[in-house]
């Protein structure tokens, strides 16, 4: 561990060059504070520099999925599809770093190896295994909630001769798989966004399936010219709307139970929200994602499409989900069901026991082997805590993060962590986050990070830390709403519960936005209540 030896010396130290990373830095350069962001990748853009595959696509509408700080950025980018892909994203976040000069201040290809407290000068020893280690007053963590692949320790897959991917991990250079035998693991976004891209180019695709997901069709359309320019108009009053949503979307859901209509009105309503596209089959009735009776009635809904896109009735069987909608994120795809329809694509339920093991030529399950020459891993993230559980990162009395979060994530707000001054994390557990359109949420958070350290630096204290008490209590709070909500009895990567071993804990805040935005508001305006302000 390092003593407190002194080393290039910066205001606020970011790790991360994501969306929330780089916004960070903006905003604490345009308060006159010297920051600067780390990131072992070679680019910017985060989880969109990693999750290059053929088909990655946001599941948030594109004018949506977009900063809102600046009203020049906000009407000079013009986005080309209702959902942007992969690489357009990555354009748009490099528009934004070359537009506001950003790039002095990035050091990519580095990867931060520590960051630790030193309480005798209240500063942040971050070492890299770059050229050079930095002190920081503020450590502000960008890391984000789904960029830590989750890598199943398969048996055997050492032995196996053919090439495995990850989607989290996807080559930079062309993947061809024409003429392969290809498998894919994973049914959740990652997986029902790849896998029809495979099937069109591969000889043979295997999809080895755990759970089947609810998947909406996204109905993902080119923007015309007209329709963009009037949401550019109106962007202001749309996105104020949309704060006043739960997750902070543009789509506001009908006011009305789905069990307050007959079964033939609730299917059309369904359809509707259908047709609309994406996510709009959640917000089509007020309860789906509360109300376990109208959540089967949006179940069954979806079960319907399936049998229709899907003639052979054994394979709609297996693709038909049996657990609650919404209760895992609701996947949007392109052409998904209708994939199982080509002869060159096998469905396989993985049975209890799941991949047994890897041999050199494939793998084995269910007592058979398949043969494969490349597998894709469409596996998921060890989401929320698995890039900051990987850093080792020490704050008071020398305690580390991972200890500290021994039993799952506690946090005041998502923010910060008792034990850990000084010590930021824009999205973090705890905070509404992955249940909300990250964007404005990031936005949310960067901007209140910003104004406390401006705060700090006007008022000259020394440091803020998330008192014990107000934590716990958040913490206590953020159970009890979850512990009332459908989402909670899932085994979904939102209670960690697709990484062995990891404590189970609903991580996301799932009070609403607007709670959430009111409460975080509240304790500035009470002079940062529950935090501990020193020296
Ligand atoms: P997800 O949604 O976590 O999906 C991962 C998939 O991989 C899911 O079908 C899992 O099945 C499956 N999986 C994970 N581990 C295994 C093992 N050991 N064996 C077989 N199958 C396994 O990750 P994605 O990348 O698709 O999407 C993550 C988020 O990114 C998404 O929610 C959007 O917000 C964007 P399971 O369901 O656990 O049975």
Same mark, same amino acid.
């Given at each position: 561990m390092s003593t407190c030896k002194k080393t290039s010396s910066l205001d606020a130290l970011i790790v991360g060059a994501g969306f929330g990373g780089i916004y960070m830095l903006y905003k604490l350069r345009s308060i006159g504070l010297s920051a600067k962001i780390i990131d072992v990748a070679s680019g910017v853009g985060g989880t969109w520099f990693w999750n290059r595959y053929p088909g990655a696509r946001c599941d948030v509408e594109s004018m949506f999925y977009s900063y809102s700080f600046d009203k020049g950025l906000e009407q000079e980018w013009e986005w080309t599809e209702r959902y942007p892909a992969q690489p357009e994203i990555l354009k748009y976040i490099n528009h934004v770093a070359d537009r506001f000069d950003l790039w002095p201040d990035i050091l990519l290809k580095t990867r931060v190896i520590s960051a630790v407290y030193c309480e005798t000068d209240a500063t942040w020893l971050i070492a890299t295994d770059g050229d050079g280690d930095f002190s920081a007053r503020f450590c502000i963590m960008a890391t984000g909630c789904l960029s830590a692949a989750?890598?199943?320790? &398969?048996?055997?897959?050492? *032995?196996?001769? #053919?090439?495995? &991917?990850?989607?989290?991990?996807?080559?930079?250079?062309?993947?061809?798989?024409? #003429?392969? !035998? /290809?498998?894919? @693991?994973?049914?959740? =976004? =990652?997986? /029902?966004?790849?896998?029809?891209?495979?099937?069109?180019?591969?000889? !043979?695709?295997?999809?080895?399936?755990?759970?089947?997901?609810? /998947? +909406?069709?996204? &109905?993902?359309?080119p923007l015309d010219e007209a329709g963009q320019m009037e949401t550019k108009a109106n962007y202001a009053e749309i996105r104020a709307a949309a704060k006043k949503t739960f997750g902070g979307f543009t789509v506001v859901a009908n006011e009305q139970s789905a069990m307050s209509v007959s079964e033939e009105e609730c299917r059309n309503i369904l359809e509707e929200g259908w047709k609309a596209g994406g996510n709009s089959l959640m917000t089509s009735f007020i309860d789906i994602a509360d109300n376990e009776n109208s959540n089967v009635r949006a179940q069954e809904f979806v079960r319907n499409k399936i049998r229709?896109?899907? $003639? *052979?009735?054994?394979?709609?069987?297996?693709?038909?989900?049996?657990?609650?909608?919404g209760c895992k994120r609701l996947c949007l795809g392109t052409n998904y069901y209708e994939t199982y329809n080509r002869e *060159?694509?096998?469905?396989?339920?993985?049975?209890?026991?799941?991949?047994?093991?890897?041999?050199?030529?494939?793998?084995v399950t269910e007592g058979y082997e398949i043969e494969i020459d490349d597998l894709v891993m469409a596996t998921g993230f060890d989401a929320m805590t698995g890039a900051l559980s990987r850093i080792p990162i020490y704050g008071r009395d020398n305690i580390s993060l991972n200890k500290a979060w021994e039993a799952g994530?506690?946090?005041?707000?998502?923010?910060?962590? !008792?034990?850990? $001054? *000084? &010590?930021?994390?824009?999205?973090?557990p705890g905070s509404p986050s992955v249940l909300s359109n990250m964007l404005p949420t990031i936005?949310? !958070?960067?901007?209140?990070?910003?104004?406390? @350290?401006?705060?700090l630096g006007k008022q000259k204290i020394m440091e803020i830390e998330a008192g014990l008490q107000a934590q716990d209590d958040w913490v206590a709070h953020g159970n009890e709403v979850a512990s009332k909500t459908l989402r909670y009895s899932c085994s979904s990567w939102y209670l960690g +519960?697709?990484?062995?071993?990891?404590?189970? @804990?609903?991580?996301?805040? @799932?009070?609403?936005?607007?709670?959430y935005r009111e409460k975080c508001a509240a304790v500035v305006a009470a002079g940062y209540e529950g935090f501990y302000l020193n020296g």
């Open positions: 989750n890598t199943p320790d &398969f048996a055997g897959l050492k *032995n196996f001769d #053919g090439r495995v &991917f990850h989607t989290g991990k996807w080559p930079h250079s062309e993947v061809d798989f024409s #003429g392969h !035998h /290809v498998g894919v @693991i994973g049914t959740g =976004s =990652s997986g /029902v966004q790849i896998i029809p891209e495979i099937a069109k180019q591969a000889a !043979h695709l295997t999809v080895f399936q755990r759970t089947p997901s609810y /998947v +909406a069709e996204a &109905f993902n359309r229709q896109a899907v $003639p *052979n009735a054994e394979t709609a069987e297996k693709l038909s989900p049996k657990h609650l909608i *060159n694509v096998t469905l396989v339920s993985l049975g209890d026991k799941g991949v047994e093991k890897f041999t050199a030529t494939g793998l994530p506690r946090t005041y707000l998502g923010l910060m962590t !008792h034990g850990f $001054p *000084n &010590f930021f994390t824009i999205t973090g936005e949310q !958070h960067v901007e209140w990070i910003a104004e406390c @350290i401006d705060y +519960a697709n990484v062995p071993g990891k404590p189970r @804990i609903f991580m996301p805040y @799932i009070g609403g936005m607007p709670a």
